[in-house]
Structures are given as C-alpha cells and as structure tokens.
C-alpha cells in the first residue's frame, strides 16, 4: 500500500496487524496497491527470519519475494504557474530553469539534478516556489513491466445474421470481409489478430469495418510471455535406474510419501555422487512423486547458464509445467512467470537463488542442484542471504523436503550427514545412456534409454617447474599440447579451463616497475586483447592500451599473467584449424548467450570451448574427451581458509565434464605445486580423503563447521578514518563481550580487506568467530557504512 512517510508517499507492506497502536499519532494510509495479499504466511515469517538472521532491514528480506518490477517510486516534477504581474529579479540559473519547465511543460527532480547538481537544484527550486512560479507535485514512475495485451477478434452477433451477412458480402464482392466472418464463425474461442491475418490475408481496414457495424468485437486479451517458446521440447520417458540409483531413489520415495515416520524437522537428503552418476533423474522421480501428491517443487542451479540444460530435462518430464525465474528474463517476462506460477499453473520451477522465492500455493519438494556451489550466496546487496540455508527454512515452514545433490559436497553439508543431521545418499558409478530399446508400455511401444557404466577419466599431473627447466615457456605443457593433438585428430572435444578473464593480468613497466591500477580501486587493470582496453574487474573502469608508461615514459611495456582470451590467441596461433569458443561473463552479455554457446558446443560446431567456472558446473557435453586446467593454482593460494575447498571443487567439476559419453575421458592438471593435498586428492577423484584431511584443519583452528564467522565489513572514502571507525567497532565488540562474559568469541582485524579500496571507498574489515557470534552483534547498533555479512563463503 502506499502511506505517507514525512513530506513522500512510499510503498509500504503489511506484515500483521494490530488492536492498539504502538504511535499516539498515526497517519490514514493514501491508497493500496493490490487488492489481494501478495506474500503467503510462511513466506512472511521466512522474511522476518531472513531480517533476524542476517541482520537485514526487514522490507530488503520482504522485497525477495514481491513479483517482478512491483517496485515504483513516487517522481517528483516541476510544473510552471500562472505568470504574475510583477516578477521578482531572477538569476542567470533560475531563469534557466523556468525556460526549460516551460519547453517541456514537465520537468523531474532527477532532470533538474542531473544539470545542475543536487545541492543547486534544491536551492533554485526552493526559491522558485517561495517565488510562486512553479508547483511541485508527485505521480508514479512508470512499471518496469506490465501485463502483455493481444487484440482478440470473436462474433459479436447470431448464428442467423452471420450467414446472412456472408451472403450479402459475397453479393457484394466483399470477399475479404466474407472469408473473414467465415474464418470466426468456425472458432469456438476468440482468435488473435494476427492468426486472423494470417489466415484470411486480410488489411486493418477489413477488421476495422466489420468492427464498426458490430458484427465482431476486437478485445484486448492478456497473453503469457512463454520464455521456453523457442525451444523444441519433445516428451521424455524416465530411464531405467542403476542399482544404486534405485537404491537412493527408494529412500527418497519412502520419507517424502510418509511410507518412513520423521520425527521433528522436515527431511533433508545429501544426494553425493559423482559426475554424472545420475543425480537429475533422481532430482526427477522425487518430483514425479511430489506432483502426484498434489504439490509443486523447486530446483535451484547455481548459475543462469545452467538453467538452459536443467530446463531441456524437466520440460521434456513435465510439458507445459515448468516455469522458470532468474535476471536474464526481460522484466514482463518474469512479469508473467510470477504470476502464472502463483496462479498454480505450474508443477516446477527452475533457477538460481531467486527461484526460491517463487509462490508456489503448496510447495512440497525444494532441489538445491551443485549445493556446494558459493554463487548461491548473495554478497553483493543486502540481505546477505545463503539460498541453500534459506531453503531448508523454508522448508521447514512449509513441512517440504530439500534435496542436496552434489558430487563434492560443502564441508558443512558433508560433516551434518555424517553427524546424522541429513540423510547421505551416495552414488558412487557415471553411467552413460545407452541407444534406447523399446518395451512395452501401457499405452503401447514407447521408448526407453537404458545405461551402462564408465569410470571416471584418467587425471595426470603436470609440474609447471619441469616444463620450465626443460625450457617449454608456452602456456601450454608438452603432454596437454600432445594430447590436445591427439583428440583433435580424432574429432573430439576439448575443455580449457582457467578462472580468470583478460588477456593479462596486468601491465608493468620494464624499466620503472610501474603498474597501471585502476584510480578508484586498489587492483591492477586487467588487459582484454578484443577490446584493446584495459579494464578494472571492480568497478569496470577502462581505459586504452597505453602505449608509454606514465611514470618515466619508457614504451617497455610487458604483459603478465594469462587468462581466456590469452588461451584463445594462443590457441590460434597453435591449432589454426580447430574451432574455438568462449565462454566467460565477457562473451555471455547478451540475451540468451549462454543457451547459443551451450547449443553451439553440444553440436559439435566447435571443438575447443575455454571458460572460467562456469563450464564447471555441471555441464553435459558427451562429446567432451579432454579437460585440461591450465593452472590449478589460481585460487590455492588466497588468504582464505575456504581457499582448498574451492580449488578441490572446481577442479574436480572440470574434471567431471570429459568422458561423459561413450568414449573414455582424459584430464590434465597443470600446476607449480603438484604435491599439495588439494591437487592430489582431485586427481583421485577422492573427495572422502580430502574431507578427512580438511576437516582436521578446520577443528584445529575452529574455523566452520566448528564455529560461525560474521564479516564486517566498513567503508569511507577517507582512508585514515575508514581505519578508525574499524578500530573503534572493534573496542565495542571486546566491550560488549566482556559485559556479556562470552568466552567462545574471537576477533580477528580489523585489518584492511583484501580489496582495500573498491569505487572510491576504503574497506577495513572485522571477522567475528564463535559458537553464535551474533548475539553479541544483535546489542550493537551499527553506524553508517557498515555491512553485515553472515556466514560468508569467503573471508576476502
């Protein structure tokens, strides 16, 4: 609804109501906005735990769960007067403002402030309304996206008059108007007007005159922009499952039908398996239950690029039924999809994080696919929210079941199932589809895959160390360059991974050592050869190549560091004739990028693909033999306790991709430190042993999932007193612990953040460390320029 709030109108929502009011005086609100409610009472208290947990303002908690682009803003606008007999003296700037009011007619505050700054625009509008020649007034900015109208054309009169109109018409020579009424008067349901054009080939003017004598009527009809409506979808039958995957799916089945008694919380399973063993066919048959209960389910993937193939799957099991949610939707068409789900119209729906606030009316099964994936943390905007965590909340309010899969679990997932808090189901063998026979089913032949295994693809290591001492400075190492060769002659895929975009990864001079950072943030700009820019990753500030360093004006200039588009112009240079793609956040911009590179690679219109994680996860790609990471030391060596987690699970994900069809796979690490714990266990596929050595780390040095971290972060644009306002929260922080006689709570910092400067501002930052650091956050009122973020999955 909307409400006054001091001198403006806002958008206001009601959460619950009450007999007494907590003010003496109270204000009627102006209008409401929908006359029906817009939030569920589980989604209500969902978003009052959200605000509690992490520490977020309530409506940000709220807003998660609006429909799409329901957030509009009151604009203020400027309007001239009648002009008075004696005007007062006006300056230069008013008489500016006035001329431009008047040639609009119309003029935003945001208008006035872009022109002449915020401070001058209150100044001059002030006066000129003391003066009494402007009015200001406030109306709605425009929606972001609003409903989609067709005109439909039906018959507006009787059976009788039609034929006899049809007669007449053909007397008449009037063929287009007689086909046409012909046309509607074999419809039983009103038809578009483009189908009418198409079908009857007739002008705006033939519908405009049988309009104008009433025999039809053109009505405007809200119609569902479909975002799967470019895809072919054809029926799927389910596969037969291995023994394992029956074996899991059984569990699965006799918990959620109630067949098992839970006691206490919802049930939370931790599907682990290995790449492709099969995880989204169990993700399927739990669905197909579910939906024959009578409910709906959610299914969360890590990135937008994986909804695509998700999608293919579950549309082809569930036609017609599945939605999905995520940014790259145009606004009206995540517009519709809201409101065609909370319309109960659909069985599933798909994406990343978002899609778990869709309002399915009874929501029984949550998936959470690549759960250990750290996208599905919200780390840029408030609130600071975990979607896995989420989930099972929401699961709980709801009494639904959560479905963890993933084939290198979270470390936290994987010590609750093995404390017993979730259920571990493991699928232990990749299979491979095999051509489907045909069996009989109930309405007839139909066909249905069957499988086979595969073992997992051969890992070599590759010291980096030798290749240098045996004189090879190429980005490449001689067995990745052979065995590229190898399985290119043999007209197979390749998949280069490096987690890093550019061409290099910084600029340095020759002579000075100078390095060309970006003015805004305390990183170095990164150069991409395509754009012939050097760009900062933060905040996106470019410039050209330089050609001279600034510093002592020498033009040696060297390039360091690789990333993809680096690999790309190599590979060129090497493999002539082999087709590349790429794909990065910088190749991925457009609309629908990711489903035309995914579609391209999948038909073998290219055979080498180079990205950075996102074609670790999760990927289907049969034709894929070789996986080569061409530096798996990138991320071992960040200042974060998370750091051999994250590097273990994307290689293993990289790894995962080659060997999925029928021919065996191949995987080559290249790194400088090839006798660390984190590349060794990832060359065994051995996730058990990697967990037992970290886990004994993280007890060691009581980092999660013994304890729980809460970042600070502060920022200011004054360096000295970002440091200060750090060092005086930390004495309220050891204050506070000690009036509350919390012994199980440690402050590490502050200390600047690893980025110590982003868009201008400073960053020094606090991690709090404990049992339940936050109820010592909960009594501590935050000034401004503070960020709380809970659980982070990173501390850098």
Known sequence: ?????????????????????????????????????????????LARWISRYYFSPLFDAIALMLPPAFERKLVTHFQLTTPQESLPSLTSEQTQVLRLIGQKGKVSLRELEKKFGGLKTERITSQLLR????????????????????????????????????????????????????????????????????????????????????????????????????????????????????AAWESIHHVITGEVKQSGL?????????????????????????????????????????????????????????????SGLSPGEQLDEWHWIKEGKCDV??????????????????????????????EDKSPRYHARDVALRLAQLGGAAVILGSATPDIDSYHK??????????????????????????????????????PLPEVSIVDLREELKAGNTCLFSRVLLSAMRETLSRCEQVILFLNRRGTATFIQCRDCGFVFRCPRC???????????????????????????????????????????????????????????????????????AHEKLLTSFRDHKADVLIGTQMIAKGLDLPQVTLAGIIS????????DFRAGERTFQLLCQVAGRAGRGLKAGKVIIQTYSPENYVIQAAARHDYVGFYNKEIKFRRLYDYPPFSHFIRLVYTHTNEELCRRGAEKMSHTILAEKESKDIDDLSLIGPAPAFASRVRGRYRWQLILRGRDPSQVLSHITLPAGWTVDVDPVGIV
């Open 1 to 45: 609804m909307w409400v006054p709030f001091g001198t403006r109108i806002a958008q206001g929502i009601v959460t619950e109501l009450s007999d007494h009011p907590s003010v003496e005086v109270t204000k009627e609100i102006s209008s409401t906005i929908t006359d029906y409610p817009l939030l569920t009472p589980a989604q209500i208290e």
């Open 417 to 454: 199932a093995q404390l017993g808090k979730y259920h571990l189901l493991e699928l232990k063998e990749r299979i491979i589809p095999h051509t489907p026979f045909r069996t009989e089913d109930g309405d007839g032949l139909a066909c249905r895959p069957s499988y086979s295994y595969s």
């Open 522 to 592: 305390s990183v170095a700009l990164t150069y991409h050869s395509e754009e012939k820019r050097l760009i900062c990753h933060r905040c996106h500030y470019a410039i050209p190549v330089p050609q001279a360093c600034p510093q002592c004006f020498s033009y040696r200039l060297k390039f360091l560091g690789i990333g993809t588009q680096r690999i790309a112009d190599e590979l060129r240079r090497l493999f002539p004739e082999a087709r590349l793609l790429r794909w990065d956040r910088d190749a991925t911009t457009r609309r629908y």
């Open 266 to 326: 919802p049930p939370v399973f931790l599907l682990f398996g290995v790449t492709g063993s099969g995880k989204t066919e169990i993700y399927l048959r739990a669905l197909s239950e579910i939906i024959a209960m009578g409910k709906q389910g959610i299914c969360l993937v890590p990135e937008i690029a994986l909804t695509p193939q998700t999608v293919e799957r579950f549309a082809s099991r569930f036609p017609g039924r599945v939605g999905i949610l995520h």
């Open 131 to 246: 003066y009494h020649l402007i009015v200001k007034n406030q109306e709605l900015g425009k929606a972001k996206a609003k409903p989609k109208t067709v005109p439909y054309i039906r018959i507006a009169a009787s059976t009788e008059v039609i034929r006899g109109e049809i007669t007449r018409l053909r007397e008449t020579r009037a063929n287009k108007q007689a086909a046409l009424l012909e046309f509607l008067s074999k419809q039983a349901q009103p038809v578009s007007i483009s189908e009418v054009r198409e079908h009857c080939n007739c002008s705006p003017e033939t519908v405009r005159v049988l309009k104008k004598r009433n025999i039809i009527l053109v009505e405007p009809v809200n119609v569902r922009r479909d975002p799967l409506s470019h895809l072919k979808l054809e029926p799927a039958l389910p596969p037969l499952l291995t023994p394992a995957q029956q």
């Open 632 to 639: 798996a030391d990138t991320g071992l060596t960040l200042p």
């Open 349 to 378: 729906v798909i994406g990343p994080r978002s899609a778990l606030f869709a309002p399915l009316p009874n929501l029984g099964l949550i998936i959470v696919d690549e759960e250990h994936e750290w996208t599905y943390k919200q």
